[in-house]
């Protein structure tokens, strides 16, 4: 009786110790399929915030194009504009010349047209050929100079394309052409620290409030200086969204003696970030 009872106990406890294994396995299967179907959905959710943040930086990219193809028409008719005005005037060789720079700038610019970083030796050759234009338009009417920063190299430095040909555009016909001598302009490139960079803007012009007054008075339409200032800002906006980066954009007038003004000051500070350079 008692070999019976203790072999009915045995069976039991086999039995509870099966019924418990196969429980076990049970569960353990489930945990392991819900454990995998969490690694899926957090690989899949990874995968959905790499293509979404992908698709942003790319939105992000085709508006930042699109904001600097928004400058290039105003500059481009301008210098249309002078060799209008030099045929009108019947200065033949002067309207030939201006085509022959024209026409280098432009291919520089159609070359450049779908980048938005450029190398600082691409962008200073392209503002030294607008330069030279305006200088023929104006009839050497400003002196302007062109500085690096013996520790940058040219041809290394990523920078904005074209950021820098609106400031200097403004500062030509708002600032110092309303001046009657001495119209100086200066382009300066420096070295902050080993990612900082700045580009320095500076005219000996009329200023900001006067040049303003020129505006209200109906001598010159301001609507493209506004219209470029915003773009501008909203092109550093989107660098430093984009590319987690300094990027500030800082216009002051100059001060003088006894409330006078000396000029216009652009100040913009970048900051070098790897993913600039394989932007295009």
């Given at each position: 009786m008692?070999?019976?009872?203790?072999?009915?106990?045995?069976?039991?406890?086999?039995?509870?110790?099966?019924?418990?294994?196969?429980?076990?396995?049970?569960?353990?299967?489930?945990?392991l399929v819900l454990k995998n179907n969490e690694a899926v959905m957090t690989r899949h959710s990874n995968l959905q915030e790499k293509e979404l943040l992908l698709l942003r930086k790319q939105f992000s990219e085709l508006k930042l194009g699109t904001l600097k193809s928004q400058i290039n028409p105003h500059f481009q008719f301008n210098c249309l504009n002078g060799i209008y005005t030099a045929l009108l005037t019947g200065e033949t060789?002067?309207?030939?010349?201006?085509?022959?720079?024209?026409?280098?700038?432009?291919r520089k610019v159609l070359t450049l047209s779908d980048k938005n970083f450029v190398?600082?030796?691409?962008?200073?050759?392209?503002?030294?050929?607008y330069l030279k234009l305006e200088q023929l338009r104006t009839n050497n009417g400003f002196e302007y100079t062109l500085t690096t920063d013996p520790r940058i190299s040219p041809r290394a430095l990523q920078v904005p394309c074209m950021l820098v040909q609106p400031f200097v555009e403004n500062a030509i016909?708002?600032?110092?052409?309303?001046?009657?001598?001495?119209?100086?302009?200066?382009?300066?490139?420096?070295?902050?620290?080993?990612?900082?960079?700045?580009?320095?803007?500076?005219?000996?012009?009329?200023?900001?409030?006067?040049?303003l007054q020129y505006h209200h008075d109906g001598l010159k339409s301001n609507n493209h200086h506004s219209r470029g200032m915003e773009i501008c800002m909203e092109r550093a906006s989107l660098y430093r969204a984009m590319y987690h980066t300094q990027f500030n954009i800082e216009i002051t007038d100059l001060p003088g003696a006894e409330n006078t003004v000396l000029g216009t000051r652009v100040y913009i500070t970048f900051e070098v970030a790897a993913a600039m350079g394989s932007t295009g």
């Amino acid at each position: 009786m008692t070999v019976t009872i203790h072999n009915t106990s045995l069976l039991f406890a086999t039995a509870g110790s099966i019924a418990f294994f196969l429980l076990f396995l049970h569960y353990r299967s489930r945990y392991l399929v819900l454990k995998n179907n969490e690694a899926v959905m957090t690989r899949h959710s990874n995968l959905q915030e790499k293509e979404l943040l992908l698709l942003r930086k790319q939105f992000s990219e085709l508006k930042l194009g699109t904001l600097k193809s928004q400058i290039n028409p105003h500059f481009q008719f301008n210098c249309l504009n002078g060799i209008y005005t030099a045929l009108l005037t019947g200065e033949t060789a002067l309207a030939q010349q201006y085509v022959s720079g024209f026409a280098l700038l432009l291919r520089k610019v159609l070359t450049l047209s779908d980048k938005n970083f450029v190398s600082l030796q691409e962008e200073s050759d392209m503002l030294e050929l607008y330069l030279k234009l305006e200088q023929l338009r104006t009839n050497n009417g400003f002196e302007y100079t062109l500085t690096t920063d013996p520790r940058i190299s040219p041809r290394a430095l990523q920078v904005p394309c074209m950021l820098v040909q609106p400031f200097v555009e403004n500062a030509i016909w708002h600032g110092l052409m309303h001046k009657t001598a001495d119209r100086q302009l200066h382009i300066g490139w420096t070295q902050l620290s080993p990612q900082l960079y700045a580009c320095e803007v500076t005219d000996n012009g009329i200023g900001r409030v006067q040049a303003l007054q020129y505006h209200h008075d109906g001598l010159k339409s301001n609507n493209h200086h506004s219209r470029g200032m915003e773009i501008c800002m909203e092109r550093a906006s989107l660098y430093r969204a984009m590319y987690h980066t300094q990027f500030n954009i800082e216009i002051t007038d100059l001060p003088g003696a006894e409330n006078t003004v000396l000029g216009t000051r652009v100040y913009i500070t970048f900051e070098v970030a790897a993913a600039m350079g394989s932007t295009g």
